[in-house]
């Protein structure tokens, strides 16, 4: 997809379809009648006629062969402008995305001045169009046999963004240009995700981490079943030991330079198909289980974004992956395994290995000497129980380092709400015949299975578990994702990493 910028002064083909956003009671700005007069006049008599208000989902169009932007003009309501912010203005993207997709345009004009006010300044609407606008585009369609009846146009897509005043063009190239690129990591981790399992195997998530590795220039280290061992690593080996597919440790690093400034670590569970093992789940959406992974497909999403963003802070991402199956030497309730950080666990269920890895992986992290830590895991069915696929669920051992990671998700619509952690969850998981068991009973599943993570944590480290296991899938199409993976975390962490001092 193309972008380009324009101002009123500049010379210009017509578009195929010109876009305007309007807010409750607002007039037409006075510009539109120089740009676009008739339909200027046109929309004058609908909305004195009360068929356009500016409220949200609203919206005109009108064909035209006097039109000058493009044949045709649509203007779409904001809502009002007290409650206008960045997700309202995603919402709305999507809508102008789709809406192009249906018209087969393939030139758009986005009047840009006109979906700014307050926070969303000209550089971040213009940002959010770019990401949204190819988000909302998405398909994974890759196993799907051509269409043989449709229409071939080579005509790359371009988005315009037209300025009514004279604007910084440098920050608004930046802001769209980094747009798409949270975009593309986005669109890359939902396409780990919705490979199917027999394809996305521990191997193959590994070879993926690689191949962009080499792509982006950050390093990439796998840490296969040979070395787990000598590192002592159960939680991990445990959890593969049912599959003909072997676990790994995959090790991603960018920003070795900037080690002075501290060190952050991102872990992301990577279980690539979870059957629950011998503790076997129910049949219905078990296919679903592929994206078990979506921690650790975040992972790498985030260090190929935030090294073509070039964020300047030294972080290593880690994702244990594993193929959670009933073959092979399947681990068994009551097996007693021995993790990195020499902690014993009694496994009592082994539906409930994503912690198992993920454990391994933390105390791994104290390799590195993190200043924060932050793990991603479609953890607990519980947590969407309680929040549905609204809000990711988030538990902390530090309030500060939890505000920050909080903000980033109200920035970038990937909402956060807090979870206690108090020291009476810790009893729960208390190991009768180990140190710890790795369930703590039929209720306060999110909270404990956070209460044993953090149990692997590095001493006096800060540290943010967000459970994605709402947020990481959508049944129903949305605004901004069709049915399958989401791709959550992606924007959380680029943000959080791109306000790091």
Known sequence: ???????????????????????????????????????????????SMDHFSGKVGESFALFHDSNHEASEVVILGLGAKKDYATLGLRKVVGQVSKLAKARKAKTVRILLDSFCHGDVKPATAAGTFGEIWLLAAYEFNRYKSPDPN?????????????????????????????GLSVARGIML????????ANVMTPNALAARAKKLALEKKFICKVIGPAELKKLKMGGILGVGSGSINPPALIVLEYGQRYKSKGT??????????????????????????????????????IM??????????????????????????????????HMHNGKTVEVLNTDAEGRL???DALSYAAKFKPKAIIDMATLTGLVVYTFGDKAIGLMTNDEKFAARVKKAGEQTGE?????????????????????????????GGTITAA???????????PWVHLDIAGTAWCDVPRYDCPKGATGVGVRLVTKLLSDWK
């Open 415 to 443: 909402r956060c709400w807090e979870l206690p952690m108090w020291d009476d969850y810790r009893e729960m998981i208390k190991g009768n015949h180990a140190d710890l068991n790795n369930i703590g009973g039929p209720h």
């Open 357 to 359: 890895i993920l454990a």
């Open 1 to 47: 997809m193309k972008t380009a910028l324009l101002n009123v002064t500049s010379r210009r083909k017509p578009a195929d379809l010109f876009v305007i956003g309007s807010f409750e009671k607002d007039r037409l700005p006075k510009e539109i009648h120089s740009l676009e007069s008739e339909f200027a006049r046109t929309f004058q008599k609908v909305a």
């Open 189 to 196: 981790t939902r396409d780990l995700i919705n490979e199917p």
């Open 150 to 178: 449709a229409k071939k146009n080579g005509k790359e897509d371009t988005l315009e963004f037209l300025t009514l005043k004279k604007q910084n063009s440098a920050a608004l190239e930046k802001s769209v240009k980094d």
């Open 264 to 301: 952050f670590c991102v872990v992301g569970k990577g279980v690539t198909f979870d059957t629950g093992g011998i503790s076997i789940k129910p049949a219905k959406d078990m296919d679903k289980m592929k994206y078990d992974m979506s921690g650790a497909a975040a992972v790498i999403g």
């Open 304 to 337: 190929g974004v935030i090294s073509d963003l070039k964020i300047p802070v030294h972080v290593v991402g880690l994702a244990p992956t594993a193929e959670n199956n009933v073959s092979e030497d399947p681990q068994r309730p009551g097996d007693i395994v």
């Open 451 to 461: 209460k044993f993570l953090q149990e692997f944590v590095p001493e006096k480290t």
